[in-house]
């Protein structure tokens, strides 16, 4: 039962990640990106975390983006495409793209096909706990934790400034 929650859950992690990319309208990729969250959550209780699974839900599926879907409703711009007709990238992002899956099709088949008929990694027993996350959020992971409190507070900011700007709002008066 297990190996086909696995599967269901890295189909729906692997179809969500390609709609927020492929999805025109922002808040529907905002959506996704919930399901894709969620998607990861039961990954991470396959892998006996149940700490970081409900973390994962309450934090990012919760939290970060119901910020998310505010901003996006505030800043608006649903209507207009998010890549404009033409250019550049539109031409050269196929070749990019077929590039990253050949690379990628070499990697796993190359690495990972021997482990398919084991057991999997020994896992200790205060995998996943509070304990054991806290002591390496603020031991080994310090610096990228608060770098992704600060990329977090920019990108609201941001998303505040480029809404007044969209709407004519630099020059309102107090």
Known sequence: ???VLFFLAAALAIG????????QNPFYSVLALILNL?????????????????AQVVVYAGAVMVLYIFVTAYVGGSDQPVIPEGGVLRTIAPFFA??????LSIAIVGSG??????SGA???????????????LLSRF???????????????????????????LEEAEL
């Open 16 to 23: 969500t990640a390609l709609a927020i990319v492929l999805v």
């Open 98 to 103: 077929a590039a990253i899956f050949i690379e």
């Open 122 to 136: 020994e896992i200790s027993a205060g995998f996943g706990s509070p304990a054991q996350i806290g002591e390496l």
């Open 38 to 54: 969620i998607a990861l959550a039961i990954l991470f209780l396959l892998l006996n975390a149940e700490f970081l699974a409900a």
């Open 142 to 168: 310090l610096v990228p934790f608060e770098a992704a409190s600060y990329l977090l507070l920019i990108t609201a900011v941001g998303a505040i400034v480029l809404a007044q700007r969209r709407r004519g």
């Open 113 to 118: 096909l021997t482990m398919l008929d084991s």
């Open 1 to 3: 039962m297990a190996e």
